[in-house]
């Protein structure tokens, strides 16, 4: 499997996000699953990936968190967490999102 964490330069989470993911593939026990982190440079690049703001976060090129959609926007993204609104999942959201994938 591969995760994608797909980013604008502006974004100020996705290095925490792909800590966060990490961890999740720690607590799993996956030593398998290849991380990746890739810059989204401009809209045409953004139109082309399942990318729905930054960090977008991809599991074998599928949103793990699908919800309003894509957008060619160079954009922050906004998950809804057990904590209220933030830039990124939790370490638990993470790892039910990928385990509910075939771990």
């Not at 074998?60 to 993204?77: I, N, Q, V, Y």
């Not at 967490?81 to 933030?86: E, I, N, R, V």
Request: charged fraction near 30%; proline fraction near 6%.
């Amino acid at each position: 499997m591969k995760i994608e964490v797909l980013h604008i330069d502006d974004c100020p989470n996705w290095k925490r996000a792909d800590d966060r993911i990490r961890q999740a593939l720690d607590h799993l026990r996956d030593t398998t699953t290849l991380v990746e982190c890739r810059l989204i440079h401009t809209r045409e690049e953004a139109d082309a990936l399942p990318f729905a703001g930054s960090p977008t976060i991809t599991l074998d090129d599928e949103d793990l968190f699908p919800g309003e959609g894509r957008t060619s926007d160079l954009a922050c993204r906004v998950y809804v967490t057990p904590d209220g609104l933030a830039g990124m999942p939790t370490v638990d959201q993470l790892v039910e999102a990928i385990g509910s994938h075939g771990h």
